[in-house]
C-alpha cells in the first residue's frame, strides 16, 4: 500500500473544532487507556462501509493558485492553500459539504475560516518562537521522510499531495509554532477544580456506566442451517430430552461435557461474561431474559439448538469516581482549552484587519 503524506498538521487539526465549535465526546471517557473512543464490530458481524465521493472545489473566477483568497494583515492565503486545506478538511469529515455549488462555497468558507484562524495563532506564535525551532522543523522532516522506503518515494508522495518539499517545510514550521504557543501561553491558564470534577462525574454518571453483561454456559447441539427437517427435528429431539434431564437434577456441566457439540464443551459450556451485540440475536435474547441460576427452554439459532444456564449478571453500574477522576479532568481541560483558543483568536480576529477576496 503506497505511504500517503500528512499535508495538514495542528495548523488545521488544532483548528478545527474553532469554527465547528467545542461539544466534546464524553464516550471517550469509557476508555481504558488516553481518551479516544474507539467503536468495533461485534464478534462475528460486518460492518460495511459506504463509499462517500468527495466534492471537489467549486470553480473560481480565477484559477491561478497564488492568486489571494485573503489576507490576514501582510500575510496571504493562496488559491492553492485553500484548495488544499478543502480537500484535507473533507477528507477528514471535518467539514461536509453539500453537492450544490452553495453549498460547496459554505464549505470553502469554513476552510477559509480555519486557515485564518490558524495564521492569527501563528503570527502571535512567531512573536515568540520556540528556541529550537530550526531544529524542530529538521526533526519533523527527517520524520516525514523516515516513513518512506527511498528519496524517489518521498518526492512521489509530495507530488501527489501537491506540495513541494519547501512547502512541506513551511507547513511543519508553522504546525511546531502554532502547537508550542497554544501549550506555553494558553494551556498554562487552564485549571479544573476538584469540584468541577465531581459536578461532571455526578450529572452524567449514568451516560459513565459500562454496559451490562452476563455469563452463562450453553449446551450445542449443533446442525447445518441448510439440514433437512428431519435432521434438524432429530437435533432439537435430543435437545429437548437433555433439557428434560436437566430439569430433572443433572448437573448442567456435566451434560455440556456429555453432548455439546460445541468446545465450550471442555468449560462445562462456560462461555464467560459478553454483552449486548455479542452472540446471535435469538441466543442474546434468551440469556439476558434469564435470572442467575435459570436455565433456559430450547433455543434455535443457525448454529443448532441450545440450552442455556445464566450464571451471573452485572448490571450497567458507573465506574468508581477515584477510578476515572484524572480522565474527567484531561477531558474537561481540553474542552477549557479548545474555548480559550476559540475565544482568543476570535478577539485576534477582530482586532486584525482580515480581507476576503474569494
Known amino acids: 500500500m503506497r505511504k500517503k503524506l500528512s499535508v495538514y498538521g495542528i495548523s488545521l487539526a488544532c483548528t478545527a473544532f474553532l469554527v465547528a465549535g467545542c461539544a466534546g465526546d464524553k464516550s471517550a471517557l469509557k476508555s481504558e487507556s488516553a481518551p479516544v473512543a474507539v467503536t468495533e464490530a461485534p464478534a462475528g458481524k460486518e460492518v460495511a462501509a459506504t463509499p462517500v465521493e468527495q466534492p471537489k472545489p467549486a470553480p473560481a473566477a480565477s484559477t491561478s493558485p497564488d492568486d489571494a483568497v485573503a489576507k490576514i494583515g501582510s500575510t496571504v492565503i493562496t488559491r492553492k492553500e485553500l484548495d488544499r486545506a478543502f480537500t484535507v478538511l473533507v477528507a477528514q469529515n471535518r467539514i461536509q459539504p453539500g453537492s450544490t455549488p452553495?453549498?460547496?462555497?459554505?464549505?470553502?468558507?469554513?476552510?477559509?475560516?480555519?486557515?485564518?484562524?490558524?495564521?492569527?495563532?501563528?503570527?502571535?506564535?512567531?512573536?515568540?518562537?520556540?528556541?529550537?525551532?530550526?531544529?524542530?522543523?529538521?526533526?519533523?522532516?527527517?520524520?516525514?521522510?523516515?516513513?518512506?522506503?527511498?528519496?524517489?518515494?518521498?518526492?512521489?508522495?509530495?507530488?501527489?499531495?501537491?506540495?513541494?518539499?519547501?512547502?512541506?517545510?513551511?507547513?511543519?514550521?508553522?504546525?511546531?509554532?502554532?502547537?508550542?504557543?497554544?501549550?506555553?501561553?494558553?494551556?498554562?491558564?487552564?485549571?479544573?477544580?476538584?469540584?468541577?470534577?465531581?459536578?461532571?462525574?455526578?450529572?452524567?454518571?449514568?451516560?459513565?456506566?459500562?454496559?451490562?453483561?452476563?455469563?452463562?454456559?450453553?449446551?450445542?447441539?449443533?446442525?447445518?442451517?441448510?439440514?433437512?427437517?428431519?435432521?434438524?427435528?432429530?437435533?432439537?429431539?435430543?435437545?429437548?430430552?437433555?433439557?428434560?434431564?436437566?430439569?430433572?437434577?443433572?448437573?448442567?456441566?456435566?451434560?455440556?461435557?456429555?453432548?455439546?457439540?460445541?468446545?465450550?464443551?471442555?468449560?462445562?459450556?462456560?462461555?464467560?461474561?459478553?454483552?449486548?451485540?455479542?452472540m446471535v440475536p435469538a441466543f442474546e435474547q434468551a440469556a439476558f431474559a434469564l435470572k442467575p441460576g435459570e436455565i433456559s427452554e430450547v433455543v434455535e439459532t443457525q448454529f443448532g439448538y441450545h440450552i442455556i444456564k445464566l450464571t451471573e449478571k452485572k448490571e450497567a453500574t458507573p465506574p468508581d469516581f477515584n477510578e476515572i477522576k484524572e480522565k474527567i479532568a484531561v477531558f474537561l481541560k481540553g474542552q477549557k482549552t479548545q474555548k480559550a483558543v476559540f475565544d482568543y483568536v476570535t478577539k485576534l480576529r477582530q482586532e486584525t484587519k482580515v480581507e476576503i477576496l474569494l
Open 102 to 278: 452553495e453549498a460547496i462555497k459554505e464549505a470553502q468558507k469554513a476552510a477559509l475560516d480555519q486557515l485564518i484562524f490558524a495564521d492569527l495563532l501563528y503570527q502571535q506564535g512567531l512573536l515568540s518562537p520556540p528556541a529550537d525551532l530550526d531544529k524542530q522543523v529538521e526533526f519533523k522532516m527527517s520524520q516525514n521522510k523516515a516513513k518512506f522506503g527511498s528519496p524517489a518515494e518521498f518526492e512521489a508522495a509530495l507530488k501527489e499531495s501537491g506540495v513541494t518539499e519547501q512547502e512541506l517545510v513551511e507547513i511543519s514550521r508553522k504546525d511546531i509554532v502554532i502547537s508550542s504557543y497554544i501549550e506555553t501561553k494558553i494551556v498554562p491558564a487552564i485549571t479544573v477544580t476538584d469540584e468541577e470534577i465531581k459536578k461532571f462525574y455526578e450529572d452524567n454518571k449514568a451516560g459513565l456506566a459500562e454496559e451490562p453483561q452476563v455469563k452463562a454456559s450453553h449446551i450445542l447441539i449443533g446442525v447445518d442451517a441448510a439440514a433437512t427437517p428431519e435432521v434438524k427435528a432429530k437435533a432439537k429431539e435430543k435437545a429437548e430430552a437433555i433439557l428434560k434431564e436437566l430439569k430433572g437434577g443433572k448437573d448442567f456441566a456435566a451434560a455440556a461435557k456429555d453432548d455439546s457439540t460445541c468446545p465450550s464443551k471442555e468449560q462445562g459450556g462456560d462461555l464467560g461474561f459478553f454483552g449486548k451485540g455479542q
